[in-house]
């Protein structure tokens, strides 16, 4: 299936009959448009709940002997709706009816969570007169839980041949044996991108609610642009950071085949979206910078010591005090005679105060200290690399702001600058930057 794309249509892109039918007709646009992988229905508004979350909730109510009638009439009432909005023959109330007799005999978690995509799977494949292909057939999964990429690829290469257009669950599959198995919450973003990757498709669009990703947070910088072109690399340096419209894990079986991903935006179909593409030879952004991202809350412990460059394994023995307490590391900052230890609040989780002891016992620092309430902002572009004064501008901005920067690290691939400031400075520090790069719409592209 060769130059065919898949299409992943997120929850709230198939929240009701209205929504289904902006999804058939962006779908019957283009004959490409192959493999359709939906989610379960979303939000159709702020108080509106995830069908997801509904039957997370029904497992949680069944596992404790209690009554989960009303939270499945709800779940219910949505599908029957879409169905009849849809005009559909599909026999939904018999699967519903199926679905609510296995969670009361004590069906799993992941069973349970899953017939929310099942079900979409099902009414968006007789919409579009397609063929349904239960995802428990070509997703693999061990009965551990854990993915397996190469019996999947097989079993997709194998069944998908040939098989015209097709509408694939997203979020679940199952284990040798047909127990059901789930991706991690948001998870159809990841069977979207395996299916891309075992089709060979030459393109894997993911259709949500917005129009792809923002050079910043809007909720901080008042309609930011949206970065056109970002690659895998930067949008790693970015997600990583909390940009929540793609799961993280949903790059990773494409970037492999080099497939781009293309986020789009079901209630704006003809605006472009971002496009997430491999490194090699790609413009950097007009604003040099792609995008701005951070987060707060985080701690530092900074250790001093004279001449710890010269001791052998010192590095090796603070790492491991943060390890034998199950703390994971953001950063490690270092000058000659010191080294900071940067670690999220939640990950410290209380821990600060042993840690500190054991650093002093272990390496006998000349000093240990710690500072909160430190938090993280990465700037991230490609274009960097190429361009003088990237780091002047971004500080002057700062500066202007009399933001005082308590850190700052470059990344090797000088893909981007990371900076440690205050928690209360961070909004303002990435509307300055923002501003500085992208003030008056001005595009700059000097010294490329
Ligand atoms: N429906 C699942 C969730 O809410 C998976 C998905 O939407 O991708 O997490």
Known sequence: MKGSIVAKFGGSSLADGQQFQKVKKIILEKEERRVIVPSAPGKRHNKDHKVTDLLYMCHQLASHLLSFDEVFQILEERYLEIARDLNLKVPISEALKNIKENISKGATRDYCASRGEYLNGLILADYLNAK??????????????????KETEELVKKRMQNAGRVVVPGFYGADEEGNIKTFSRGGSDVTGSILAQGIEASLYENWTDVSGFLMA????VKNPRTIKEITYKELRELSYMGAPVLHEEAIFPVRGLGIPIQIRNTNAPEEEGTLIVEDLHREPSPYIITGLAGKKDFTVIT????QMNGEKGFLRKLVSVF?????????????????????????????LSKIMEEIRIYLNPDQVSAQGKLALLAVVGRGMIATKGVSARVFTALYQRGINIRMISQGASELNILIGLENDDFESAIEAIYEAFTEKGEETHENL
Do not use: C, W, Y
């Not at 349904?132 to 990429?149: K, V, W, Y």
């Not at 947070?217 to 901080?220: A, F, G, M, R």
């Open 132 to 149: 349904f292909m239960d995802a428990s057939e070509i997703i693999r999964f061990h009965p551990n839980g854990q993915f397996l990429p």
């Open 217 to 220: 947070d809007p909720k901080i």
């Open 303 to 306: 250790v001093e010591k004279t």
């Open 323 to 351: 390890e034998a307490n199950e703390v994971t590391i953001e950063h490690t900052p270092s000058s000659i005679d010191s080294v900071s230890v940067i670690v999220s609040e939640k990950e410290m989780n209380g821990k």
